[in-house]
């Protein structure tokens, strides 16, 4: 399929790999950039974008979306989560198999895969089941779903009971090289619908103490000891947690992290009176492990942001708050929360948006080995001969969230009636604008 040929014009151009942020201009050819700054004497672009004002930076890679797809299309469809996607500037999305049949099979993974690629839309990698239906008893084909184009393996949100198929699931991944992706999260404890404290109490919520994912991280990380597996653990939520990790990090352990928007910004007291958009996984916490969090993810224990994406409809959130289906939207929120944390905790932006790019580029690079990654190149970074997926926003531009005015499915998020900074003027994926404002 030929690309036409792109000149990115006038912008702020940030490349976090390198630590770039200059003003440059940006050349786009056949789906990789061309040129950065020394564009070619007489060069004649196809299409120029004008981006005076705006940043040019890497398409953001965002690691925990559902798209809703196969199973739970009244939440949310491919091509409207993709869609929302591309509006948040996010080029690259890694789907959790937690949907409907599970993605426990290769028929089905390159099925999702066949479909969002006809769809020219923003890249999806799936992760497959660790084990058949996440019911934590029997492995997969491990070898068979990563030909398919899995990119590392995962639980989603259903906690690993048996401490034997962990073990065993980890060696076999670490003989092939394989990722392993998990929520830290002992299944008894981790039953509540509220993090554990007085608030939940009075409120009157079963509480999910922090141990429940302190002890998940003790056994997590004395099977990576013994095993040497390279596991990625996802949306960390508490202080003690990120203190683990910081730990395990500095022995040298083969782990890497990452922390959802919504943990980042809110905690316990949002959930004011039983409000259903505060139900989710993990349950939001206290302002210490709130303070805990933005401080690993700017000193870069934190390894990536995630939006953790999970459209809900309607019903399913318009009940009780503990019958409530936690998750909330956030694929067009990622971007903007981004820039509120850097910009209320004086973060300079090339690392904030490290986060979103070069960070989690590194995590699906180590989890993928030689599958979907080698095809779709270095992802999260602007450099000569690499990939064109790019962002372009305006850091000036406020804008207040309005969930009816969101592209996704799922329209409860959080973050209603929030004024957020950064608006995604132009999404490129493989050198073909997919997105413009």
Known sequence: MSHPSLLIKNGQVVDPARNFNEKADLVLVNGAVAAIDNVATGFQADQTI??????????????????????????GMLATEL??????????????????????????????????EKMQSARVFPLGALTCNLKGEVLTEML?????GCVAFSQAEV??????????????????????????????????????????????????????ETIALHTVFELVRATGARVHLCRISSAAGIALVRQAKAEGLPVTCDVSINSL???????????????????????RDRDALRAALADGTVDALVSDHTPVDEDAKALPFAESEP???????????????SRDDGVDLCTALARLTSGPARVLGSASGQTAWSKAGLLGQLQVGGVADVCIFDPTADWIVQADALVSQG????????????????????????YQA
Request: glycine content about 12%.
């Open 265 to 287: 910004h809110l905690c316990d007291v949002d959930m004011g009176f039983f409000d259903s958009r505060m139900r989710l996984n993990p349950p939001l916490r206290q302002q």
């Open 327 to 341: 998750g909330a939207t956030g694929l067009e929120l990622l971007l903007s929360l981004a820039l509120k944390w």
């Open 159 to 212: 906690p690993l009971a048996n401490t034997l198929v962990m073990l065993r699931a980890l060696q076999y991944a670490s003989t092939f090289g394989f990722g392993v992706w998990l929520r830290p999260q002992e299944m008894h404890l981790g039953q509540g619908v509220a993090a554990s404290g007085p608030l939940a109490t009075r409120m009157g919520l079963s509480g999910v103490p922090v141990a429940a």
């Open 144 to 148: 068979a779903l990563t030909q398919a």
């Open 50 to 75: 004008d981006a005076g004002g705006c940043i040019v930076m890497p398409g953001l890679i965002d690691l925990a979306v559902r798209l809703r797809e196969p199973g739970h299309e009244h939440a």
């Open 83 to 116: 869609a929302a996607a591309l509006k948040g500037g996010v080029t690259s999305v890694v789907c959790p198999p937690d949907t409907d049949p599970v993605l426990d099979e290769p028929g089905l993974v390159e099925m999702l895969r066949f479909r969002s």
């Open 411 to 434: 329209k409860h998020t959080p973050f209603s009636a929030y004024e957020l900074p950064g608006r995604v003027r132009c999404t490129i994926v493989g050198g073909r604008v997919a």
